[in-house]
């Protein structure tokens, strides 16, 4: 949720406002001016509130255009909003207007992709995975990728579980958080160090944001997930996500602010299918192609080869996996992540340096695919 301020001389207008951000649930608290500042007094507030938004009543043109000017040059991630009066295409730093009075949905869509649009930057630290269908190895490929970031790379990693009806990573590093990825949104407004100290386990030298499939929380909205990363952003050199198939509109946050989404699929005819449709999906939520990526899990020699998969699927493949569910079972077992000692184990490290633009072990040639399995998939 957002600190914002309501700047109009009107009590009318400012009440009106209000309410509506409130009964959005965007706005956690709207300091209200009832008349338009002097220069000083507008500093003042802006280093006392240092607002996420500001609301200007353009009805009252130059005053507004004044404030805007004056916001846009001193504090350029305020978002600046106007309501109230026609508006001007040329206004200096106003990136959305509200119609007046706004239902609450509008001025939800509104504030969203004003938002977005002004502190919305895509992160250089932030990757996304979601499987192409459930069973397809997502979160054991996110888990045993974090593990070599943090281990053989030595970068400080979080891995936040973003399937928050049904995560298992904590299942499988044998753990048992007290707080949770839930308890994380719920407070990101009034997030701090000590708070996140506490949603967080440390274990294989990852940080570890583990969800609550036992909680029946109402789900969070997609302001909770843009509060968190802003607060972990600049404290982790990788953020890892691990998310569920299907994007909704509160975790469409984590993949449009992600510099690589991977969409982890396997051999199988039906899961090279749907992970057509995930891309698919990805691309109807605005998210760009070159940001868009295949992990092929679970490959066996004989099998489809890198070069059909990305015909067939029109995204790069960043990494193929082979199959070696005794090393894994084994790992699991014992909540142990993969070693380089295995050949699974060098294609996730191979994995998580390719994501951090260091060198790639040299790559075995692959097999084509046999004709009979491109009929079947085509």
Not at 2 to 24: C, D, G, K, M, W
Not at 154 to 176: A, H, M, P, W, Y
Not at 265 to 287: F, H, M, N
Request: aromatic letters at 8%.
């Amino acid at each position: 949720m957002f600190n914002a301020v309501i700047i109009t001389s009107n009590a009318l207008r400012r009440e009106l406002l209000q309410q509506v951000a409130l009964e959005s649930n965007q706005i956690l608290a709207a300091r209200l001016w009832d008349r338009f500042p002097s220069p000083y007094e507008l500093t003042q507030m802006m280093k006392t509130v240092v607002p996420d938004i500001a609301f200007l009543d353009y009805t009252e043109y130059a005053e507004a255009d004044n404030c805007a000017v004056q916001i846009e040059a001193d504090y350029p991630k305020t978002v600046i909003i106007g309501f109230g009066g026609n508006r001007v295409p040329d206004d200096p730093g106003v990136t959305a207007y509200l119609p007046f009075v706004p239902e609450v949905a509008e001025f939800s869509r509104i504030v969203e992709q004003a938002v977005c649009k002004v502190r919305g930057a895509v992160l250089d630290n932030l990757i996304t995975f979601l499987p192409a269908k459930a069973g397809s190895g997502c979160s054991s490929v996110v888990l045993n990728t974090a593990a070599m970031l943090a281990g053989p790379l030595q970068r400080k990693t979080l891995v936040i579980e973003g399937d928050l009806r049904s995560g298992s990573l904590s299942v499988f590093l044998n753990c048992t958080p007290e707080w949770f990825v839930q308890n994380a949104l719920k407070s990101a407004g009034e997030m701090d160090s000590t708070k996140l100290n506490q949603c967080v386990l440390q274990k294989h030298a990852v940080d570890w944001m583990f969800a609550n499939a036992a909680s029946r929380d109402p789900l969070p909205a997609w302001h909770h997930y843009f509060r968190l990363l802003e607060f972990v952003k600049d404290k982790y050199a990788s953020i890892l996500v691990d998310l569920p198939e299907l994007v909704n509109p509160a975790s469409v946050e984590i993949v449009r602010r992600s510099r690589l989404v991977f969409v982890v699929c396997t051999p199988e005819v039906p899961s090279l299918k749907l992970a057509r449709r995930r891309c698919d999906e990805l691309a109807a939520y605005g998210i760009p192609e070159r940001c868009i990526r295949i992990v092929l899990n679970r490959w066996r020699k004989l099998e489809i080869g890198r070069s059909d998969v990305e015909t067939f699927l029109g995204h790069p493949v960043q990494a193929i996996l082979p199959s070696d569910y005794q090393a894994l079972r084994t790992a699991t077992a014992d909540g142990k992540c993969l070693t380089e000692s295995s050949a699974l184990g060098r294609a996730f490290l191979d994995l998580a340096r390719g994501m951090v633009d260091a060198p790639l072990h040299k790559q075995q040639a692959l097999p084509k695919l046999l004709d009979f399995l491109r009929e079947k998939i085509t």
